[in-house]
Structures are given as structure tokens and as C-alpha cells.
């Protein structure tokens, strides 16, 4: 007998109650069985806090049968087994519930109850294989754009600032919509300035400063959305991630680059949000205040999806100005955000402000920090305004 600590969950789905009764004092022993009568009790039961290792249903139930159940199932517990019961024996009907609903397994009826228990235990352990195999596949993503993002940090610090600027300033603007994946938009922002390290460091320092580059150097800058996309591409999930840098240069009339007549909401989300938050970064760094960057994009509205700057200019309104505390390089945390440039004591810049600290920029810091010119203390940093208002909504609003 399975110890009830460990005994995986099961849903029994059918439309009798009797039958179900049935199996359940079946099944006790070895499972904790849960039932419900017809499809839309099944589907209520879905709770993504409290998951099923299986579920089972049987096909012929008034409404929704089975297999339609069972798809509906697989969008609400993807995770989960699902195994119908059946006793229809026709080979296509068979073969169409099966791909119809992703059924792991097909029993027909009547079912012995060794041969249900054994059923019922494959279903386990290929759900604890799904499960591990998505948990690996998590960290595995994760993790390469962990080692992506750092190594941008390191070899290119003003254009990491320049993601975390935009994030930030992306960010106020989807805490205001109803975005599915916003995962990917906000990963796309992450990424955009990795094809900056293709870059020579004059053309990369004209582009942070703003100045006008020549025809050339125009070219580079064109290409290095497609230099991130190739970089990300190789990663698994990341597909929505490289459509939204790509399209991210994509006028919202349908002009710039990708020339292939796409434009309005047919653009990605992430795409277009990228082209507002990065020209609205790029004139900021002209040493345009943020009210005068406003104006100039709004000017320029067929370049933008309207419905991102009418929610842009409500973030700027209600954005909270956010203060600056002054610490040293010692009560440095992951996480804060730099609100004055960081320098040595020679007044290099090391930092642009508003960028993140991470771990491997503090790490940065402390090598500096052991050099010649050390780190000119003490550091300014962004904390949140008293009304909850975070500093990232204050970066938009401050002039």
C-alpha cells in the first residue's frame, strides 16, 4: 500500500455516479482519487495549484465527450496524463481521440483492476517525466540568458544600461495591459543590445552618446537586430523572443526594416513596445528632457502602435518622482539602480546611471575598486517613492 503522503492525484471523470464511486474504492489504496460527474465538473477541478498526475475520463458522456474533455484538459493541465475509457473498438475513431486529446493511453471497457492500477502507474511516471524533463528545460533557458545578459554587462556596460533603461520604462507600460506572454516581450528588451558587441567601440560610443554616425555606421547599427537574433535563435522557446527583436525597427505604418508588408498589430507586441521605448532611450540620450522625448515621438506617431503611446503618456503622468540615498560600494545590492553615473577618482565614468546592479557588475565594481583610482564614493542610488510607486515608473516621469 502507497503511503498517503506519496500516493500521486487522479481525476476520474464520467458522467455516472455510480461508476465512479466504483472506481474510487478501487483505486484508494494505491491513489488519492478524486471524481467528477461530466466534463464541466472535470474541467472546474482543474486547479493549477493542485495539479493531477492523471486524468481519466470516460468517451461517451452527454455534451462534451471524452475526448473534446480531454482536449480542454490538455489546455488547463498540460502536464497532466490523460487516459480515456472506451468501448467503441473502430480503429479511426480510436486513432481521432487519440490525437484529438493527447491521450497517453486508451483502455476499453469493461477494465480489470490490476490492469487499471498498472495503467494508472505508467501515467505517473510518464508525468513525472514530462515534468522533469519541462523543470530542466526551465533552468536550461534560464540560465542561457542569465550568461547572455552577463556577458553583456561585462563587455559592453552602456548598452546592458541601456536594456535595463528600457526594461524599466517597458515595464510601467505592460503593468497597464492584459499581455499572455509578456515573458517574451519583456525577455526581447533584455536581449535587443546583445549585436551591440559586434560593434567597433567608436561606433558604439557615438551610439550611446546619440551622435549622428555616417552612412556606414548606420549600416552597422541596421544590422544589429538581426546580429541578436541570431545569437538567441539556437535557444529553445526563444522564438516569440527573436520575432520581437527582429520586427523591433518596424514602423508601426509598416516602414523600416523587415521589408515584407507587414505593420499595424499583425508587428509583435514585443516589436512594436521595442521601437517605442528604444527611441524614446535614444533621444534621452541626445539630452532631450523626458517631457521634450515625448513630444518628439508623439510627433512622429505612424512610426508607433497609438495604443502603446496613449498608455506611455498615462505612465509618465502618474509616474511617482522616486529619491536618491547615498551608500557605499560595500552596501552595494543586486538589484538597485544607479540614479548619477558611477566614476573612479580620476572622474572616468565606470556606470552610466539608471542602469541594474547585478552580480557581475558589482563584481566589475570591486575589481575597479582594488585599482589605482579606486571607486569614487559614496554612490547614488533610486529607492521607491513612500506611495509604493516604483523607481522604474519615476525614470519615465522626471525631467
Known sequence: MTDVVDRPRILLVDDEPNVLDGLRRQLRREFTVETAVGAAKGLFALKPEEPFEVIVSDFLMPGI?????????AKAAPHSTRVLLTGHTSLSDAAVTVNEGGVFRMLLKPVETNTMIATLHACVTQHRLLVAESDLLERTLRGSIKALTDVLALANPDAFGRATRMRRVAAAILDRLEVTDRWAVELAIDMSQLGVVSLP???????????????????????????AVDLISPIPRMAPVADAIRYSRKGFDGSGPPDDGVAGERIPLGGRLLRLVSDHDTLLAQGMSPTAAFA????????????????????????????????????????????????????????????????????????????????????????????????????VAGD
Do not use: C, W
Not at 66 to 73: E, R, T
Not at 204 to 220: I, R, S, T, Y
Open 65 to 73: 465527450n471524452g475526448a473534446q474533455f480531454l482536449k480542454a484538459a
Open 296 to 395: 518628439t515621438i508623439r510627433s512622429h506617431a505612424g512610426h508607433y502602435d497609438p495604443a502603446l503611446l496613449d498608455v506611455f503618456a498615462q505612465t509618465t503622468a502618474s509616474a511617482a518622482a522616486a529619491s536618491v540615498r547615498e551608500i557605499k560600494l560595500v552596501d552595494l545590492k543586486p538589484g538597485m539602480v544607479f540614479a548619477a553615473a558611477v566614476l573612479n577618482k580620476a572622474g572616468q565614468v565606470l556606470v552610466q546611471p539608471d542602469q541594474e546592479v547585478t552580480t557581475s557588475l558589482y563584481a566589475r565594481l570591486e575589481n575597479f575598486a582594488a585599482l589605482q583610482h579606486s571607486v569614487a564614493e559614496p554612490l547614488f542610488v533610486l529607492e521607491e517613492a513612500d506611495d509604493g510607486s516604483t523607481a522604474e515608473n519615476a525614470v
Open 201 to 227: 567601440p567608436i561606433v558604439a560610443a557615438k551610439l550611446e552618446d546619440g551622435v549622428e554616425l555616417g552612412h556606414g555606421e548606420q549600416e552597422m547599427v541596421d544590422r544589429l537586430p538581426q546580429v
